[in-house]
């Protein structure tokens, strides 16, 4: 995490980074890598699961791809460091959270990872801003195409 420190006339006089404060958020970036063809499948598994546990607060951090995979990087937020290192009930329900990321969407082989790069975290802005824009205008997902054979 990056804090400054600014004076009241707008000079930036220091920048930490770190966490100094105790009532910092502490949060844990899980990485999904589902093959190209099941990052859909991967992203409606997570919005089911995050609907089975409202309480916790996490967001799309970073997306990239490469040739086999799509990254998808969640960030979940624990809680203030110093809850964290009580265990919260805020920060059981996070860990909770990341426990289920990790059993139910095993097959999109799910890691612990750094905070994404920049250019992630602008490719998962642009993602969210895409859904938000479709859903705000009420978009239709087309459905598969079915290949029906003509009988001869």
Excluded: N, W
């Excluded at 804090?3 to 009241?8: A, G, L, N, R, Y």
């Excluded at 890598?33 to 995050?50: K, N, V």
């Excluded at 990341?98 to 994404?116: K, N």
């Excluded at 239709?140 to 054979?149: D, G, H, I, L, Y």
Aim: hydrophobic fraction near 45%.
């Amino acid at each position: 995490m990056q804090h400054s420190v600014i004076t009241e006339s707008g000079d930036q006089v220091a920048t930490v980074v770190g966490s100094g404060a105790e009532s910092d958020a502490v949060v844990v970036h899980v990485q999904l890598r589902p093959r190209r063809g099941s990052a859909r499948r991967c992203l409606a598994a997570l919005a089911e699961l995050a609907g089975a546990h409202p309480a916790v607060s996490f967001t799309l951090t970073g997306l990239s791809k490469d040739d086999r995979v799509v990254r998808v990087t969640v960030g979940v937020e624990l809680g203030p460091r110093a809850a964290v290192a009580r265990f919260s009930p805020q920060a059981q329900t996070a860990y909770a959270f990341v426990s289920s990321v990790f059993t139910t969407l095993y097959d999109h082989m799910p890691v612990y990872t750094a905070e994404p790069s920049e250019t992630e975290r602008a490719a998962a802005a642009d993602l969210m801003a895409r859904l938000a824009a479709d859903s705000a205008t009420e978009a239709v997902v087309p459905a598969a195409r079915r290949s029906e054979r003509i009988p001869a």
